[in-house]
């Protein structure tokens, strides 16, 4: 069965670094684009990036842009997320989810979340 | 970025109760839109995309409907398990965004 595992997550202060990881097993991953969503204790689901199932393309969201990275090792089924000049308001569980397809399409399985705390 | 614009934000209704959730788009977005059930503390979970196609395991007493702008998820007969928050998604174009969430509690 699709298995998607994120770690790396925990606390950090404001202006440091953190790497997110997410694990995929059950599934031919380089066949799939995958996402990262975010969503901030008591909030709602924010999408936060997608890279494509080769890894030639990414998109981000404007709050992140410039300061996350999204890339994929498919020789590992491994997906990543570096954080870079982290914020109190990026505080929130990280969610790594498949889409449905290669290409553009919907979100079909997602990750148990991993927590990342940005706090002094 | 499209907006999408989810009512109400929070609903009470009983078991066997039919409730209807809304999303509302900034732009047309054909039919790219999904809705997904969420329970405290668990991932979200894929009901239904293209705006009305069931995903595979779930009860066919919810159903999803709209295109272009207006899109609504429907419950027939609200059971026990049903009491979570729902999104919407618009997966027409990136950046994706999701609807603000209706929080489903019991009356």
């Known amino acids: 069965q699709v298995q998607l595992v994120e770690s790396g997550g925990g606390v950090v202060q404001p202006g440091r670094s953190l790497r997110l990881s997410c694990a995929a097993s059950?599934?031919?991953?380089?066949?799939?684009?995958i996402h990262w969503v975010r969503q901030a204790p008591g909030k709602g689901l924010e999408w936060v990036s997608v890279?494509?199932?080769?890894?030639?393309?990414?998109y981000y969201a404007d709050s992140v842009k410039g300061r996350f990275t999204i890339s994929r090792d498919n020789s590992k089924n491994t997906l990543y997320l570096q954080m870079n000049s982290l914020r109190a308001e990026d505080t929130a569980v990280y969610y790594c989810?498949?889409?449905?397809?290669?290409?553009?399409?919907?979100?079909?399985?997602w990750g148990r979340g991993n927590l990342v705390t940005v706090s002094s | 970025a499209i907006q999408m614009t989810q009512s109400p934000s929070s609903l009470s209704a009983s078991v066997g109760d039919r409730v209807t959730i809304t999303c509302r788009a900034s732009?047309?977005?054909?039919?790219?839109v999904a809705w997904y059930q969420q329970k405290p503390g668990k991932a979200p979970k894929l009901l239904i995309y293209?705006?009305?196609s069931l995903q595979s395991g779930v009860p066919s007493r919810f159903s999803g409907s709209g295109s272009g702008t207006d899109f609504t998820l429907t419950i027939s007969s609200l059971q026990p398990e049903d009491f979570a928050t729902y999104y919407c998604?618009?997966?027409?174009?990136?950046?994706?965004?999701f609807g603000q969430g209706t929080k489903l509690e019991i009356k």
């Open positions: 998604l618009q997966d027409y174009i990136y950046p994706y965004t």
């Open positions: 059950g599934f031919t991953f380089s066949s799939y684009a």
């Open positions: 890279i494509s199932y080769d890894g030639s393309n990414e």
């Open positions: 293209a705006a009305s």
């Open positions: 989810a498949r889409n449905r397809y290669s290409g553009i399409g919907e979100i079909d399985y």
């Open positions: 732009q047309g977005i054909k039919t790219d």
